[in-house]
């Protein structure tokens, strides 16, 4: 079945850097667009970023363009963020989402997500 | 950026009643190809997100046919036809018509009275 297994997270200063990681199985990664949704504690959901299944394409939220890069290695069936210059607004549960282009036939969080990994930026 | 307000943000239902939830977009949802792209998600207590409904009105595998979805251009609404315990958590909308972004709703929290 499915499984998408996110890490990396803990606390980390304002302006520091860390990077997410994202081991998928179950599918054919290098098939699928795959997206970083976040959720600050008690707070919504908010979209984040997305990469084309070919890597050629990413997209961002406003609230972290410039800041945040997305990327994959299909070698490694793993998804990856890297966070800049965090702020204390970036503090969040961090999930990858798989894309279903194939279900929906267009790009969108599909049904498939990871349980999450918590990014805590404070001094 | 399309907007997505969500109404109640708070659903007290008894077990066995129906329950509604509705979502409004700031601008049409229906894309070029004329399908347009607004999904449904449940997020339990504890747990990830999962969606329910996707294209409006289509279920996803295993979710049960007491959930289900309608509507167009920018009003739509996700219906539980009787609530079971395990439906309790926050309800989200998303659009995945014009993006980037894609928005999702502030949330619908539902709650057994």
């Known amino acids: ?123 | 950026d399309v907007v997505m307000t969500q109404y109640p943000l708070s659903l007290p239902v008894s077990l066995g009643q129906p329950a509604s939830v509705s979502c409004r977009s700031s601008e049409s949802l229906v894309f070029t190809d004329g399908n347009t792209y607004l999904s449904w998600f449940h997020q339990r207590p504890g747990q990830s997100p999962r969606r329910l409904i996707y294209k409006v009105s289509n279920r996803d595998s295993g979710v049960p046919d007491r959930f289900s979805g309608s509507g167009s251009g920018t009003d739509f609404t996700l219906t539980i036809s009787s609530v079971e315990a395990e439906d309790v958590g926050v309800y989200y909308c998303m659009q995945g018509t014009h993006w980037p972004p894609y928005t999702f709703g502030q949330g619908t929290k539902l709650e057994i009275k």
């Open chain 1, 1 to 123: 079945q499915v499984q998408l297994v996110e890490s990396g997270g803990g606390v980390i200063q304002p302006g520091k850097s860390l990077r997410l990681s994202c081991v998928v199985s179950g599918f054919i990664f290098k098939n699928y667009a795959m997206h970083w949704v976040r959720q600050a504690p008690g707070k919504g959901l908010e979209w984040v970023a997305v990469i084309s299944y070919d890597g050629n394409n990413q997209f961002y939220a406003d609230s972290v363009r410039g800041r945040f890069t997305i990327s994959r290695d299909d070698s490694k069936n793993t998804l990856s963020l890297q966070m800049s210059s965090l702020r204390p607004q970036d503090t969040a549960v961090y999930h990858c989402v798989k894309d279903d282009y194939d279900i929906s036939g267009r790009n969108t969080p599909g049904n498939s997500w990871g349980q999450g990994t918590l990014v805590t930026v404070s001094s």
